[in-house]
Each structure stands twice: as structure tokens, then as C-alpha cells.
């Protein structure tokens, strides 16, 4: 009884985590035992199994946000609680509840029946939480592994397609190797100062008598692992590949959710664990992979005339954006990736959602702009708000997109990256020929077939909906975004 | 300075495989009687010819197998030194390890369930 008595709070704090692990276990046997029953009655289990994860996640949403710990680390300072921790959950649980709420009508016309996918959300769920409070190198690891191997399989998920099969090797393989590299990183980082707790690597850095070769080493590794995961500039070979091949409704998770809580492991690993390397690491570190992002983002989608590529390209370009809001060092620099991360996340939850219900209806696995022309005319609010939101990623001022972009440039002014300032505009005035090309196309282009668009999903609309609106009505209300960013970001240091 | 001795198992753990392993390759290449034909020589696929058409179709229920053996097998590696160790393992020990069974046990029901242990 004495071990219940000692980790007694972490469990409370734990709770979330401990209701997802146990609901996919249950979600697991109760599509097995329905599953064959279903099959002898010709019966489709998806729309029960939608409205199940649904249910879990938002109950686990409540659960994250009624969470009663304010700061703590949790099971011997493996895992941590604070606020980082809490706002990054509920952003990652809205991000998934997008992705249930329009996946059945795109599972019902792809004839997936497999419920399985739906543990895997629940899975994707689970392994982002214990990411994102990880606290511990090994910690971080083990739930990235688990977040990887969801990722693979479901990659390669649509067992009759060859581009789908390339995906997930290509992802496993070059997945693989980078998890070697984390590995490597932190047993150098263990080799040199014993130990992995982020905590302890802190005070052990503190005044840089200990630094060596080694643990800049070790550093390098570990963050180009966590920066490949997120498709940064020179580790982006997969990522469009991996976009394209897999099934949209894939492309459109891995595009959502990972990324914030890949950024939260980096912030942890860069900002209260190394915080004293910064001006000998991270610094040159953060620009030169935020400046090659945004060079690879706006020269390679420049050439692209199919849609998921061009929108994997503007993702390698935008986390460029974020590499450089952590190379200011700053505190607005924390602010500026917190507050980009979550438009990011709505304007690219909007453009896969729109990809996902041209998906619906084309006939080739490969979408390029000529399935789109059409669309403005069949659906004029919708191809207006596409517009919108392309507008809005490539920064023209009245949207979402453009106060994001400059929180980074006000970042990098304010610590002095006047250079690196001026390259990052010139970059993004290239990158916004190619979005205005693709609004060229959506409206001025002439289709000599017959067009045809599937009906917006109730479940399109919803997420359409909150997403479009909060981006382009932001101008409006900006307090509760600035001081929520402010709040979590201070909270990453105290 | 650095903590070289931390790694000192992994050392020992190298050196004992690498040992374990020249000691099985070489004692059956030292010691065995050779006595050398056509069917002994030729490479052994658990009873699948070795050299046909690489086109067949092979069936995939192998992988599938190996694949639930691969996982049984690791539980059983991963309860043997649990057991050895038990007297000296505080109730936790205890308690996790039941709930690793527990979701293995899960997770077979599974397996079982969908019909991936029939072979027919």
C-alpha cells in the first residue's frame, strides 16, 4: 500500500493518460467482439466507432482541462504537469477530434472498414500526452516510438496502394534511423553528465563547466531527431513523399497534431534543459535550420502541381518560421511559436479538410490542381474560404496567418536577427507567388470536363467552420490568443 | 569526468554475446561430424523450395505467425528474470508486471477474436 500512498497525487495528475490507455484497451476488445458480429450481418461498425473515440477524447479534454495540478512532476520526475503541458493536451485533443469528426464519411467512400484506425487514434492520443509532459530523455523517447510506430502503420495503411506502401517504408526506414540518432544523442548526454532527467540536466549546465564536445554532440543528434519528426529543412527528404502516398485522411493527422508536441519536447530540451547553450548552440543551431526550411519550403513547392505536395512543402516552409521564433531565445520568441502553432494548426486543419472532400471525389489517388478548378463555381463559399486561407498562409495582413508571422519577425528583431529577418520576408514573398498561383488556378483556370463535388459532411462543416472563422475574424478579438500564448509561455519558465 | 563505468554492463553484455556466439559457431564447426550430401548442404526454408520463382505468392499467414510467436516470445523473456527476481521486488514489481499480462492478455483476446490464429 505504501507505493499507492506515494504516487497518490501523480496519479490524479496522471488521470487523462490513465483513461485514454484504458479505453483504447476496452475500444480494442469492443471492435473485436462487434466486428465479427458485424461482418455476419452485413452491418458498418464506423459510425459507432466514431461517435466512441469522439466521446473518449472529449472526455479526455475535460479531464486535461479539470486538471487539478498547477506545476509537479510526475512518477520520479519522468513525466511533468504544468501549464505548457495542459494547453498543449487541449490543442492536440482538438486537433484529433477534427480528424475523427470527418473521417467517416471519407472512410465510407476509400472502403475502409478496418476500426482499427480508431484505436490508433486513441493510440496517437495517448502516446502525444505522454510526449508532450515527458520529462525525461528516455521518457521522451519511449512515447515517440509509440507515436512512430502508430504513424507507420498508418502510413502504409491502404494495403492496395502502391504509393501508400513507399510512404510507410520510407517513413519506417528514415523514422528509424533518426530514433537511432535521439538514442546516440542521449547516451552521449549520459556518457557525460549521468543522467537524462531534463531537470538535473539543467542545474548540471547551468554555468557551462561542464560542457564538452560531447554533450554539443549529443544535442545536435537529439534535436535533429525531434526537428526530423517535424520535417524541418535538412530532414524534410520524407516528408512529401510521405503526404502523398498515404491516405488523406492520414496526411491530414500527420499534418495536424504532431507538430506542437514535437515543439513542446524541443522548447523543454532548448529552453529549461540547455537553457545556458543557447548563445553557443541553439542560436546558430535554430537559424540555420529555420533559414534552410524556409529556402526548401519556397523553392521545391514552387515546381509542384499536385496539391498534398505543395501543401507538405508550405508545412516545411512554416516550420522553418517556428525553428527561427526558437532561435530568438526570447520570451516572445516562445510566445511567437506557442501562438503560430495553434494557426498553423487551424489553417492547415481547414486546407486538408478541403483536400480531404476533393479526395472524396476524384478519381486518381494523386490530387493536383486540375481537380480543384471547379470548385469556386460548384461551391462558392467554400472556394472563397479556401482562398481566404491560403491568404492567410502566405501572410497578407487581415488574417490569422500574418499576426502569426510577425510575433516571429518581432521575435527575431527584438533579439537583434536583423539578417536572418530580412531573409525570412524575402522567403516568404517567394512562397506567396506560388499560393496566389494556386488561387490563379482555383478561380481563373477554365475545366473542359464536367465537375462534380461530393456534398459537404456535417462533420467537414463543423471543423471548416470553427477553424475558417477563428482565422479570419482573429483581427477582431486577438486579446484571448496573445494572453493565453503570454501565460503558457512565462509558464515554460516558472 | 565522464561516466565511463555506467556503460561497464553494456561491456560485459557485448563481450558475453560476442563469446556465446563464437563459442556456438565454433564448437559445432570443431566438434560435429561432417558428413556431407546434397540435402544437408542445401539451404533449409522451413519446407519451402529454396529455389523457385520469386514471383509465388508466399503465403502471408507465415508473417502473421511469426509475428504473434515474436511477441509471446518476448513476454516469456520478459517474465523469466521477473520470476527469478520476485523476492526482492517491492509490490509494485508485482502489480506492474500483472498488468503488463493483463493487456497482453487483451491483446490476444484480440488477435483471437479476429480470426488471426486460424490458419484455415
Not at chain 1, 7 to 14: E, G, K, L, P, S
Not at chain 1, 59 to 81: D, H, K, M, R
Not at chain 1, 154 to 174: C, H, P, R, T, V
Not at chain 2, 17 to 33: E, P, T
Request: net charge negative; proline share 3%; hydrophobic share 55%.
Amino acid at each position: 500500500m505504501k507505493f499507492a500512498l506515494i504516487f497518490q497525487n501523480d496519479t490524479v495528475a496522471f488521470l487523462p493518460e490513465l483513461f485514454l490507455a484504458i479505453s483504447i484497451l476496452v475500444v480494442l476488445l469492443h471492435g473485436s467482439f462487434l466486428g465479427v458480429t458485424a461482418a455476419s450481418l452485413h452491418s458498418y461498425l464506423t459510425p459507432s466507432m466514431v461517435r466512441l473515440t469522439s466521446g473518449t477524447l472529449f472526455l479526455s479534454l475535460l479531464l486535461v482541462i479539470n486538471n487539478p495540478v498547477e506545476s509537479q512532476t510526475l512518477w520520479n520526475a519522468i513525466f511533468i504537469a504544468d501549464y505548457l503541458s495542459t494547453w498543449a493536451k487541449f490543442i492536440i485533443f482538438i486537433g484529433l477530434l477534427f480528424c475523427v469528426s470527418v473521417s467517416e464519411s471519407y472512410m465510407f467512400s476509400a472502403r475502409f472498414r478496418a476500426y482499427e484506425f480508431f484505436v490508433f487514434i486513441l493510440g496517437i492520443a495517448l502516446s502525444l500526452c505522454l510526449l508532450i509532459s515527458s520529462y525525461d530523455l528516455l521518457s521522451i523517447y519511449l512515447s515517440m516510438e509509440f507515436l512512430s510506430l502508430i504513424f507507420y502503420v498508418l502510413a502504409a495503411w491502404k494495403k492496395n496502394s502502391y504509393f501508400s506502401a513507399e510512404a510507410g517504408l520510407k517513413y519506417f526506414i528514415l523514422g528509424s534511423v533518426a530514433s537511432i540518432f535521439f538514442l546516440f544523442g542521449s547516451s552521449l548526454i549520459y556518457f557525460s553528465l549521468g543522467t537524462t532527467n531534463l531537470a538535473s540536466l539543467a542545474l548540471l549546465t547551468e554555468n557551462l563547466s561542464v560542457s564538452s564536445a560531447f554533450i554539443y554532440f549529443g544535442l545536435v543528434c537529439i534535436v535533429s531527431a525531434l526537428l526530423f519528426k517535424l520535417g524541418a529543412a535538412p530532414y524534410h527528404m520524407w516528408i512529401a513523399d510521405v503526404y502523398e502516398g498515404a491516405p488523406t485522411l492520414v496526411s491530414l493527422i500527420f499534418a495536424l497534431v504532431p507538430k506542437v508536441a514535437f515543439f513542446v519536447v524541443v522548447l523543454r530540451i532548448a529552453f529549461t534543459s540547455f537553457w545556458s547553450l543557447f548563445p553557443t548552440l541553439w542560436e546558430d543551431f535554430f537559424c540555420i535550420c529555420g533559414l534552410l526550411s524556409l529556402f526548401i519550403g519556397c523553392l521545391c513547392g514552387l515546381g509542384e502541381t499536385k496539391i498534398k505536395r505543395i501543401l507538405a512543402f508550405s508545412s516545411v516552409g512554416h516550420v522553418g518560421f517556428l525553428c527561427l521564433g526558437l532561435a530568438s531565445g526570447s520570451i516572445e520568441g516562445i510566445q511567437a511559436v506557442l501562438f503560430y502553432l495553434v494557426f498553423y494548426m487551424l489553417t492547415a486543419a481547414f486546407l486538408w479538410v478541403y483536400v480531404l472532400h476533393l479526395d472524396l471525389t476524384s478519381n486518381s489517388s494523386l490530387l493536383t490542381f486540375a481537380d480543384a478548378i471547379g470548385l469556386v463555381r460548384s461551391n462558392p463559399f467554400l472556394g472563397f474560404g479556401v482562398v481566404l486561407m491560403i491568404f492567410s498562409l502566405a501572410g497578407i495582413p487581415p488574417f490569422g496567418g500574418f499576426f502569426a508571422k510577425l510575433n516571429i519577425f518581432i521575435g527575431l528583431v527584438d533579439s537583434s536577427f536583423f539578417i536572418v529577418a530580412i531573409f525570412a520576408v524575402l522567403t516568404s514573398v517567394i512562397s506567396a507567388f506560388y499560393y496566389i498561383r494556386l488561387i490563379k488556378i482555383f478561380y481563373f483556370e477554365k475545366n473542359n470536363n464536367w465537375f462534380f463535388f461530393a456534398p459537404l459532411t456535417k462533420g467537414a462543416s463543423i471543423v471548416l467552420v470553427l477553424s475558417g472563422l477563428i482565422i479570419i475574424f482573429f483581427m477582431l478579438s486577438p486579446n484571448l490568443f496573445y494572453l493565453l500564448s503570454y501565460k503558457v509561455g512565462l509558464g515554460l519558465f516558472f | 569526468m565522464f561516466f565511463l563505468k555506467e556503460y561497464y554492463p553494456v561491456l560485459i553484455f557485448l563481450g558475453f554475446s560476442l563469446a556465446l556466439a563464437g563459442v556456438i559457431f565454433g564448437a559445432s564447426f570443431i566438434l560435429a561430424v561432417s558428413d556431407a550430401d546434397t540435402e544437408k548442404l542445401s539451404s533449409y526454408e522451413c519446407g519451402f523450395d529454396p529455389y523457385e520463382d520469386a514471383r509465388n505468392a508466399f503465403d502471408v499467414r507465415f508473417y502473421l505467425v511469426a509475428i504473434l510467436f515474436l511477441l509471446f516470445d518476448i513476454e516469456t523473456i520478459f517474465l523469466f528474470p521477473w520470476s527469478v527476481s520476485l523476492s526482492q521486488l517491492p509490490s509494485i514489481g508485482y502489480w506492474s508486471m500483472l498488468d503488463f499480462l493483463f493487456e497482453l492478455v487483451v491483446g490476444f483476446i484480440y488477435a483471437w477474436q479476429i480470426g488471426s490464429l486460424d490458419w484455415e
